[in-house]
Structures are given as C-alpha cells and as structure tokens.
C-alpha cells in the first residue's frame, strides 16, 4: 500500500482483513503521515488532537502481529480529506494546521532539495527576508 | 532582479512546479545559470502549503517567517511566455519595483500588507478544494509511475472540484503535451472572458500592473493550428 502525504510516498503494510478502510500500523503513522500516536492523543508537530473514548476501541486495533490505527477514521474527524486509487491512498492538508497556520500568517515550512543537491528548509532563513517564487516549464 | 537588487540583502528561491522530467526542468534553470536558489518541487508542495492557484506566484517572507505579501501573476518583467504555441509577451515589472522597495523599506514599504488585509487575502481552502488537492497528487503519482489512464481520470476529477486552479488545469493538461495545454489553455481563458469577469490572475494590485488578461495573439490561427486545434481538442 502506497500512502501520498506532504509531498512524500511511503509505502506501508496494508492490513489484509479490512481494506476498505485505511489502516496503518501505529509505527508506521509518522513515517506514512506525519501524525505520532502519544498518551495525549495524536499529534503534529505541536499540536495534539485527543482521540474519543467511545472511538478508541474502534480505531486502535491488533491484527496480524501488529498494532493498526484506522487513520481514514481520524482523518474523517478533523476534516483531513483523502482519495485513493487501489492501494494508493492520497491525504489532503490538514485544515487545522493550514488555519492555525494562516491566522497567524506564519509562511508555512517546508524542506525541498536544491538542484545542487542540497536540502533547503525555508526555517534556515530566518533572519533573512525571502522572496519565494514559483514557476513552470509549462 | 536578484543580482540587481542585491544577493546580500536577501534570499530568492525559485521553485518549479513541474512533475515533469527533472533533467528537462534542469535545463530551463541551467539555462538561466541563476546565482539564487534553485529547487524543482515536482508534486506542486509549495502551492500547496501557500494556497497558490497558478503560475508564477510569489510571498514576500520577513525575517520572523512572517508572510507580508502573496500573489499571483509575479512576472518579474515583460516576459515572453511559451504555451506550447508560440511566444505571447506578457507581465510587466510592478512586482519587482514593488520587491525593490520592500527589499530596501522592510516593514515601511506601501506594498507590505496590513494584519487586516493578510486575514483577508490568506484564506483557508474549503471542502472541495481539499479534495481536489488529495486528488491532484493522486494524478501526480500515477504520472510519475507511468500509469497515464489513472492520471488522466484523477487530473479531470481535480479540474472538475476545483475549477479555478490553473495549476490542476495546466498541469494535467501537459500530460498530453505542450501544444494540446497550449489550447486548452487559450480556450479556457477565452471562455472565461466571454462570461466571467475572472482572470487567467488574481490582480496584485501594484502600481503599473498591466495586461492581466490573457489574449491570443493574431499571428496564431494559422490553418495548420486550426486544424491541429480541431483534432487534438476534438472540435467541430
């Protein structure tokens, strides 16, 4: 199973008994999604977003050896939008971040790869102005 | 604009959006030989992350990461723009007047954006948008894994929830080459002039900005693009 997030695709083990849901394996969620399963509930970067209780036993489940998560479950409460194709599940932004985000109006970080084949995070400039400047060959 | 305005002064970091081949997109920058930085974003991230709907685009950032502008349409001068068709001269220098003047007046400068207006302007996405971003990179992946069908289905699917995203349009119209995004391209934008007050860009708003609008040259309906036009894009 391939899962699209942030840019990036991770390819995860898919849990055999229920693939009409998205289940990841709880080791696999930062990796896959950058969401991280803690006591206080799951959590991006900062921010945490406690899980229901009625919903716990439903979502956090052992299959297979493993302990799962049913993400598209928690994506479907905070708004997070995904589509998938076979085994290849796309994740939307996640709107809390994006608004969080643009009410502060904090230019979003990011880490791309310069053509010289260096990483670039937009973090290493503060102190710096940037001017940020798309384009296309097309 | 950087060399003139001054490297030291500040960071420029131009970003292709091109899911396209990498050694193709390398050479439009080689070419270029710029001395800024350079990175090819080939499943279109920065537009993501800043709400940008077409290109170019471009966000002033201060020093404490703040966005102070964001706009389309950033042509950094009269440029002459390909669309798999020809040259069409288009964009003037506004926007680079107005980065020289921020450049030099940081929070001084006219053209930083009040707290008021950059609630207005930073606009979260709603539902559909959100799907159509999801189904966008889903229409990237199979580009790039070769599996033209499911890119073709997932490119029309994001098009259709998110009308207004040129990128979603120009992108995955490139998909079946430059000439055929070309006039789908001059189509779409003479339709919308037809019977909408919309742009091919947002207006930025700067002094000197002209020619927003985008119009087909003269020179180009020649009839071997007629007839080039009648069958890629199946017209009558």
Sequence with gaps: MIILANGKMTKVAQRTDDTERLWVRVVDLPGATGWQMKPQGMCLGEMCVPLPDDRVEEWIADAEDWVWMCYSGFADMIGQKYVRDGDVWSLGSVPEVRRSGLEAAIAPDFELTERNGERLRLSDFRGRKVVLFTWASW | ?236
């Design chain 2, 1 to 236: 604009m950087y060399e003139s305005i001054g490297q030291d002064r500040f960071e420029l970091i131009s970003v292709a959006q091109d899911s396209g081949d990498p050694k193709a997109v390398g050479r439009w920058f080689d070419r270029a030989s710029p001395t800024f930085r350079c990175v090819i974003d080939p499943t279109h991230q920065i537009s993501s992350l800043f709400g940008w709907v077409n290109v170019p685009s471009a966000a002033w950032i201060d020093e404490d990461g703040t966005i102070v502008r964001s706009n389309e349409g950033t042509y950094p001068g009269e440029s002459t723009v390909g669309f798999g068709l020809g040259k069409v001269r288009f964009g003037d220098d506004s926007f680079a007047r107005a980065t020289r003047d921020w450049i030099e007046r940081g929070a001084d400068s006219e053209y930083v954006w009040s707290s008021a207006e950059l609630a207005g302007r930073l606009k979260p996405v709603d539902e559909d948008a959100r799907r159509a971003e999801a189904t966008f990179k889903l229409a990237l992946h199979f580009e790039a894994v070769g599996d033209s069908e499911r890119a073709l289905k997932h490119f029309a699917a994001a098009q259709r929830l998110a009308p207004d995203n040129w990128l979603y349009h120009r992108q995955g119209w490139t998909h079946r080459g430059a000439l055929y995004a070309g006039l789908k391209v001059l189509r779409r934008t003479s339709h919308l002039r037809k019977t909408t007050d919309k742009s091919f860009y947002d207006p930025t708003g700067l002094p000197g900005e002209k020619h927003r609008r985008f119009t087909e040259p003269e020179w180009l309906w020649t009839p071997a693009v007629r007839r080039i036009k009648q069958l890629l894009l199946r017209e009558a």
